[in-house]
T-cell receptor
């Protein structure tokens, strides 16, 4: 357990509404990641962060934005949710220089957009 | 980023060794090989990683070929709880756009 929590764990929302998912870590890790997982596609990287206010796009970033105003929180926002964004979202952390480089994943958020 | 290829699925008898192969022929010199697994709908779990030497921990062993173009994850005595999707990936130790492939679905059979 790497001290990662995700909230909410489950959410149902309507098309066109904004949605924010939160990833919280308690161990001060530098790198944080957001992935989505869909049947037939495995895990796909949405955005990642390499420090406070330092973020970059992953392979499926369209329709998503992120923010990291403090080390422990990495927020993923769907500005206007679409049905194609129905998925399971996983947050992950990685320690970085001076530490280990394996990723540790949160429990996931199941999002349904109707 | 180097890509990986893995068999889609494999079966293994309970108590026997499970050997999961991965090809990463475009791996670069500073990229590590990582293995993760995902049990049902849980978040992926780190298993092991290595650069060029074979590695062993309490969960598994990792065998990397001398040319580093392929590797094998070995679960020495598979149990039913090892039934999961196993992902092989390559990544630098710096922050990186880590790419997961579709993985291998391992079924451990009683």
């Amino acid at each position: 357990d790497a001290g990662i929590t995700q909230s909410p764990r489950h959410k149902v929302t309507e098309t066109g509404t904004p949605v924010t998912l939160r990833c919280h870590q308690t161990e001060n890790h530098r790198y944080m990641y957001w992935y989505r997982q869909d049947p037939g596609h495995g895990l796909r990287l949405i955005h990642y962060s390499y420090g406070v206010k330092d973020t970059d796009k992953g392979e499926v970033s369209d329709g998503y934005s992120v923010s990291r105003s403090k080390t422990e929180d990495f927020l993923l926002t769907l500005e206007s949710a679409t049905s194609s964004q129905t998925s399971v979202y996983f947050c992950a952390i990685k320690e970085g220089p001076g530490g280990s480089y394996e990723q540790y994943f949160g429990p996931g958020t199941r999002l349904t957009v109707t | 980023d180097a890509k990986t290829t893995q068999p889609t699925s494999m079966d293994c008898a309970e108590g026997r060794a499970a050997n999961l192969p991965c090809n990463h022929s475009t791996i670069s010199g500073n990229e590590y090989v990582y293995w993760y697994r995902q049990i049902h709908s849980q978040g992926p779990q780190y298993i092991i990683h290595g650069l060029k030497n074979n590695e062993t921990n309490e969960m598994a062993s990792l065998i990397i070929t001398e040319d580093r173009k392929s590797s094998t994850l070995i679960l020495p005595h598979a149990t039913l709880r090892d039934t999961a999707v196993y992902y092989c990936m390559v990544s630098k130790t710096s922050y990186d756009k880590v790419i997961f492939g579709p993985g291998t679905s391992l079924s451990v059979i009683p």
